[in-house]
């Protein structure tokens, strides 16, 4: 049914633009609390610190467990440098190997090892429990499932703005 602009309706179902500052704010202040809480979690059960997940998750989910230094760069959306020092560190505590890259010799390809499938698995395991405990039984089906997709179009929204942003385009590709 049609509802002229201003009536009743309208005051009661469209958000002002101070309540929906105050769902931002709430929603951003929860997000970074629950991505605090997974890191805390994590790394007190499994040793494990956020960026060593993030890459593991990474290289978990391609096959054979292996990406280009650029792929898994560009992946993560992090920097070189940082990406070079994380995948170090985590070379040496085993987690991962570097190996230069079979198809020209010259990239450096970040490897995924068993202990580095172990330790990923003991982490996934932790941080879905977590996940299901605090965000999935709490919120129940039908709001993680307008959760999820809030999410997408969101991350859709993002890849538009970034890919119309030269700065953006260009950090990435300036590391090359």
Do not use: F
């Given at each position: 049914?049609?509802q ?7 005051v ?30 994590t ?38 440098s ?7 560190r ?52 039908d ?13 859709a ?17 300036e590391?090359?």
């Amino acid at each position: 049914m049609y509802q002229p602009p201003g009536s009743l309706d309208d005051v009661t179902t469209t958000p002002t633009a101070d309540q929906s500052l105050d769902a931002w704010r709430a929603y951003a202040s929860a997000h970074e609390r629950l991505v605090r809480h997974l890191a805390r979690e994590t790394a007190r059960e499994t040793g494990l610190s956020d960026a060593d997940y993030c890459v593991l998750e990474a290289l978990q989910e391609v096959p054979g467990g292996r990406l280009r230094s650029r792929e898994l760069r560009l992946a993560l959306e992090w920097e070189k440098s940082r990406l070079s020092h994380q995948t170090r560190r985590m070379e040496q505590r085993g987690l991962l190997s570097r190996e230069a890259c079979e198809a020209d010799g010259r990239s450096a390809e970040a490897v995924i090892t068993e202990e580095g499938r172990q330790a990923y698995a003991r982490a996934r395991g932790v941080r879905e429990a977590s996940l299901r405990a605090l965000v999935l039984d709490s919120l129940g089906p039908d709001r993680v499932a307008g959760l999820g997709e809030s999410a997408e179009l969101l991350g859709a929204c993002l890849a538009r703005a970034a890919a119309e942003d030269p700065q953006c385009r260009n950090a990435l590709a300036e590391d090359d």
